[in-house]
């Protein structure tokens, strides 16, 4: 089945260490994105990536980092940097050569905790 | 970027039908209107999508007035598993240089 698989579901991170969120794609679309959702609120927008070696800061980049060495991998790295990492994290990707019927596609997403 | 307003939460009943508005005034000539669902703990997933008029599919129809300033999302015959939040998303991909910013959605409880 084609998809978006993020990877794990679950993640613990320990006071100063970085901590990488795995996003993987086999839909072949170009552009991928990594969102952060707080309890009760909405999705903010962390990195995209448009097509592979390329990727944009979104709203909230600071305290993370990410790669596109891969068509089919947007990996997110929560560096120490980042004081307040708790959070659900979403993968998604579209395919954005389509004439019509944009839509994106998100994973299932990775909780992240603090221990 | 079009900025979108939703109400930040609804209650309906089982049975009835639920009609969720967003305004997005500085909405771009040829920015598509795209509504997701998401249910708790799971990413979101696309609804409906439309650029003028009204757009119906199996699950949701989709209005929008001739001037694409706001639009509404309407659910038939809500059921239990309909609570849930539901984002309204207003771009295109190349209109924004592919970056794709969500507003703070609706939180929908549908109660027996």
């Known amino acids: 089945d084609g998809g978006i698989t993020q990877s794990p579901k679950y993640l613990f991170r320990k006071e100063g260490q970085n901590v990488t969120l795995s996003c993987e794609q086999n839909?072949?679309?170009?552009?991928m994105y990594w969102y952060r959702q707080d309890p009760g609120q909405g999705l903010r927008l962390i990195y995209y990536s448009q097509i592979v070696n390329d990727f944009q800061k979104g709203d909230i980049a600071e305290g993370y980092s990410v790669s596109r060495e891969k068509k089919e991998s947007f990996p997110l790295t929560v560096t120490s940097a980042q004081k307040n990492p708790t959070a659900f994290y979403l993968c998604?990707?579209?395919?954005?050569?389509?004439?019509?019927?944009?839509?994106?596609?998100f994973g299932s997403g990775t909780q992240l905790s603090v221990l | 970027l079009a900025k979108t307003t939703q109400p930040i939460s609804m209650d309906s009943y089982e049975g009835q039908e639920v009609n969720i508005t967003c305004s997005h005034n500085n909405i771009a000539t040829n920015d598509y209107i795209t509504w997701y669902q998401q249910f708790p703990s799971q990413g979101p997933r696309f609804i409906i999508q439309?650029?003028?008029t009204k757009v119906t599919n199996e699950v949701a129809s989709l209005f929008i007035p001739a001037d694409r300033k706001s639009s509404t999302l309407s659910l038939p015959r809500v059921s239990l598993s309909d609570t849930a939040v539901y984002y309204c998303l207003v771009g295109r991909f190349y209109n924004q240089g592919g970056k794709l910013i969500f507003g703070q959605g609706t939180e929908l409880s549908v109660k027996p």
């Open positions: 439309g650029y003028k």
């Open positions: 839909l072949n679309h170009d552009a």
């Open positions: 998604a990707s579209t395919d954005a050569h389509q004439a019509t019927n944009e839509k994106l596609f």
